[in-house]
T-cell receptor
Framework: GAVVSQHPSWVICKSGTSVKIECRSL??????MFWYRQFPKQSLMLMAT?????????EQGVEKDKFLINHASLTLSTLTVTSAHPEDSSFYIC??????????FGAGTRLSVL | KQEVTQIPAALSVPEGENLVLNCSFT??????LQWFRQDPGKGLTSLLL?????REQTSGRLNASLDKSSGRSTLYIAASQPGDSATYLC????????????FGTGTRLTVIP
């Protein structure tokens, strides 16, 4: 089956620094990738839809200047959390869409901001 | 806005028991519905995908049903095993290509040896 790799799996950073998370589709090309956030004991919430070669589409309430998304190739999307603060600590999961319209998920990245 | 609810939030059963997990959604205009498994601190593993035109899907000891008109889906696990312990999420796909996946909050299952 399709494999999506997400890196890093866990990152700890100081408040005010920026963190980049990578999402790669290993055995298929994905023109569309998705970024989700999951707070403890809550459901996954879609943050943004990442389209290869164009700007990402952000969900309501998600700051596009804080969560920078780049989808420069058909197999890689990156999410950069800029000037991270403790309230940004969460579990971030990406997915990549393959045919026929099935999303395959990465293993997630746990971000802890001190 | 689509809302997805899963009941119960947590469930403990002895090994070998059959069990049912429930998922309900408020908007019946869905593209598909998926059941996922999530182990602690890990990503999601897709278990079953039901297209809106289907009523059920089976994989091994798992059977998922979909009643779109009533906004309900169930995941049936037969002969549960300790390795089945995980959080089970249902997600409803809306829109062409199911770009939007709306997730429930999950049911945390513990199978006691």
């Amino acid at each position: 089956g399709a494999v999506v790799s997400q890196h890093p799996s866990w990152v700890i950073c100081k408040s005010g620094t920026s963190v980049k998370i990578e999402c790669r589709s290993l055995d298929f090309q994905a023109t569309t990738m998705f970024w989700y956030r999951q707070f403890p004991k809550q459901s996954l919430m879609l943050m943004a839809t990442s389209n290869e070669g164009s700007k990402a589409t952000y969900e309501q309430g998600v700051e596009k200047d804080k969560f920078l998304i780049n989808h420069a190739s058909l197999t890689l999307s990156t999410l950069t959390v800029t000037s991270a603060h403790p309230e940004d600590s969460s579990f971030y999961i990406c997915s990549a869409r393959d045919q026929p319209n099935i999303q395959y998920f990465g293993a997630g990245t746990r971000l802890s901001v001190l | 806005k689509q809302e997805v609810t899963q009941i119960p939030a947590a469930l403990s059963v002895p090994e070998g028991e059959n069990l049912v997990l429930n998922c309900s959604f408020t908007d019946s205009a869905i593209y598909n519905l998926q059941w996922f498994r999530q182990d602690p601190g890990k990503g999601l593993t897709s278990l079953l995908l039901i297209q809106s035109s289907q009523r059920e899907q089976t994989s091994g000891r798992l059977n998922a049903s979909l009643d779109k008109s009533s906004g309900r889906s169930t995941l049936y696990i037969a002969a549960s095993q300790p390795g089945d312990s995980a959080t089970y999420l249902c997600a409803v796909g809306k829109g062409t290509g199911a770009n939007n996946l709306f997730f429930g909050t999950g049911t945390r299952l513990t199978v006691i040896p």
